[in-house]
C-alpha cells in the first residue's frame, strides 16, 4: 500500500479494512462511481454543450445539478436506495478541521541532516536549522512543488528548510493520470435538461452561493492618482 495513503489516513483517524482474497464485495466502489460519471455526466459535454461553459463555476454548477438532482435520488440497483438517503441513515459525520485536512494529503519522507545543516532531497539541496546536524529529521510537502519542505524533529515542528540547490520542482511519484477514452455523447442536451430542473427545485430554499458578494475589481493606476492628488 503505498506510503502516502497510509499517512493520510493516520492524519484523519481513518480505519483501512483489507477485503479478504476471493471476495470481491466492497472493492471498486469509488472507481464505479467515476465510471458513471463519466457515462452519464462526461458524455453530455458534446462541443455544442462545452461552447457554452464560461469557466470552471459552470461546469462545477452543471456536475452539481446531475449530482443532486439524478445521481443522489436515482434508487440504486443493489441495495433499493437512493445513495443519498442511504448516506444520511449514518448522520451527523465528523469533519476534520480545514488545516487538518490539508495537512493528510501532505507526503512525508525522511531525511540525516548532514554536519553543514544541509539535506538532500531528490537531487535538490536544503538548509535547515544548524542545530539539528546529524539528526534524522522528516521532511514534510507538497509531492507538486518541492520549493518548500516544512522540517519536523521528533514529532514537532523545526522551521522550514530554505532552498539551497534546486533541480527537481516534482516528486518523481507525483504524475498526472492518464485519461481514458471519453464516452460517446447521446446528442441530447441533458445538462441544460437537469440544469433546469435543479434550478427549479432550489427555487424555494436558499441559495448561499448566490449571497456571496463579488469581489470589488482594483482600482485603476488613473483613479489611485486622482484619489492621491485629492488627498494632497
Known sequence: M???LLRA??????????SAPGRPQGRGKIER???TVRGQFLAELTDQAAARITGLAELNRLFTAWVEGVYHTQAHSETGQA???RWMRGAPFPLPAPGALAEAFLWAEYRTVSKTALVSFHGNRYQVDPALAGRRV???FDPFDLTVLQVRAGGRDAGTATPHQITRHAHPKARPETPTEPPRPTGIDYLTLIDTAHTTNLAGRVNYAALAEPPTPPASSGNQQDHKQEQQ
Do not use: G
Not at 9 to 18: E, P
Open 9 to 18: 489516513c493516520a492524519k484523519l483517524d481513518i480505519k483501512i479494512i483489507h
Open 2 to 4: 503505498d506510503a502516502w
Open 33 to 35: 462511481f467515476f465510471r
Open 138 to 140: 522528516e521532511l514534510v
Open 83 to 85: 445513495p443519498l438517503a
